[in-house]
Nanobody, 119 residues
């Protein structure tokens, strides 16, 4: 059973940067892709970026393209989300998630990490 744990959230000023980490454990060989999502108060969960676990093929939402970069380190079973030029509207709880086939939904989620961007 894969487990995911995010870290790296915090308070940052607008224009600043943060790097979120996602530690994966337990059967990580089964992971097809890792994704990052966020959910702000009163809003629906939003897809941000994904990367295939083995080949590193990436995909981004238009809202973060050019500002956020997803990456992974298979040897360390880690995923990352580098966030630059942060804006107050980026304030949300950020989650990493794993999917196990190219067509399945994300089935494993971390507990989330809070990111707050002050103006």
């Amino acid at each position: 059973q894969v487990q995911l744990a995010e870290s790296g959230g915090g308070l940052v000023q607008a224009g600043g940067s943060l790097r979120l980490s996602c530690a994966a454990s337990g059967g990580t060989f089964r992971i097809y892709a890792m994704g990052w999502f966020r959910q702000a108060p009163g809003k629906e969960r939003e897809f941000l970026a994904s990367t295939t676990w083995s080949g590193g093929r990436t995909s981004y939402a238009d809202s973060v393209k050019g500002r956020f970069t997803i990456s992974r380190d298979n040897a360390k079973n880690m995923g990352y989300l580098q966030m630059n030029s942060l804006k107050p509207e980026d304030t949300a709880v950020y989650y990493c998630a794993a999917t196990y086939t190219p067509t399945s939904e994300y089935g494993t989620w971390g507990q989330g990490t809070q990111v707050t961007v002050s103006s």
